[in-house]
């Protein structure tokens, strides 16, 4: 590491609470002068996890994030969590939701395995304290992407992200050992000091294929596509679904949504008749 690099790191270390705290605060304060709606002319990605449908098949989990793990070359440093690289993962669901709306929730969702990975929020706090444009997000469908040519590891976006979305490579990920037998060429490995994170599959949408992990799921579980598009089905999906994303409160507006219930089933009510026999055999 040159002598400029790292004073320039270590400045970096020294400012970044300062900056992330401003980036905190200017995300909270575009909340409270009113978000902007999305924009609606170009695409607008987001992806959908049904989460009643994964609950019908645990393993997926683990399959999804193998898929999406094994075609990025993302590290794996087995037991050593505090070195851990992490696209997308599992928390229980009560941690992942982890808010004053879920302060009581149903008991069948409690410790339930809950997949997150980067939000690609519609107004990301890590995009604008980047000081090199190493992550942006893009224009023409709203991904948040990464160059790691150009990130220094200031980690200023990890600790902007309130999803914990972002991994720093403390390590050597190229020493990683699920890389054995990987190709290189598939996707390009990374360097020690520099922050990873998914970038919804940029080089599959790039050959118009859907996302790793999406590809990965049987039954639909997951869903891909571009909210402005009405015909989309993910747009299907949030229509005639009923679904969450992680703290919305923060004024990030997520692009992952979470579906928890079928609005139909909040609305079945027992059927007229029932409720008159009922009521006439109170009275016999
Ligand atoms: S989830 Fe975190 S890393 Fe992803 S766009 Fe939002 S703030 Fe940035
Ligand atoms: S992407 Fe790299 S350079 Fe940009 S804020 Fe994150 S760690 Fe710093
Ligand atoms: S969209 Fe692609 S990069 Fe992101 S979690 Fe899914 S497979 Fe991984």
């Known amino acids: ?168 490579n403390w390590k050597d990920p190229r020493k990683a050992a699920n890389l054995a037998g990987l190709d290189p060429k598939a996707f390009p490995t990374r360097m020690r000091g520099v922050v990873e994170k998914c970038t919804f599959c940029d080089e599959r949408l790039a050959r118009g294929e859907e996302p790793a992990c999406v590809a990965a799921c049987p039954n639909g579980e997951m869903a891909f596509g571009d909210l402005n598009d009405p015909a989309s089905e993910v747009r299907r999906l949030l229509t005639e679904h009923l679904a969450i994303r992680r703290r919305p409160g923060l004024g990030t507006q997520p692009e992952v949504y979470y579906i928890v219930e079928d609005p139909r089933s909040l609305m079945e009510v027992a059927p007229a008749a029932e409720v008159f026999e009922v009521e006439e055999g109170g009275h016999a």
């Open 1 to 168: 590491m040159t002598e400029s690099r790292r004073g320039f790191l270590k400045l970096a270390g020294l400012s970044a609470v300062a900056v992330a705290g401003s980036a905190a605060v200017s995300a909270k304060a575009t909340r409270s002068e009113g978000h902007e709606p999305p924009a609606t002319t170009g695409k607008r990605l987001a992806l959908v996890v049904d989460l009643r449908k994964f609950a019908k098949d645990d393993a997926l989990f683990a399959a999804v994030v193998e898929a999406c793990h094994k075609a990025h070359s993302v590290p794996d440093f087995g037991d050593d969590a505090k070195n851990e690289v992490k696209w997308i993962w599992t928390e229980p669901f009560e941690t992942a939701f982890h808010s004053e709306e879920f302060h009581y929730i149903r008991e069948d969702l409690k410790g339930k395995p809950t997949l997150l990975l980067c939000n690609h929020c519609d107004n990301p706090p890590c995009t604008r304290v980047c000081p090199t444009q190493a992550t942006w997000k893009r224009a023409e469908d709203g991904v948040v992407m990464m160059d790691w040519h150009r990130c220094i590891g200031c980690r200023y976006c990890v600790v902007a992200c309130p999803y914990g979305s972002r991994s720093f």
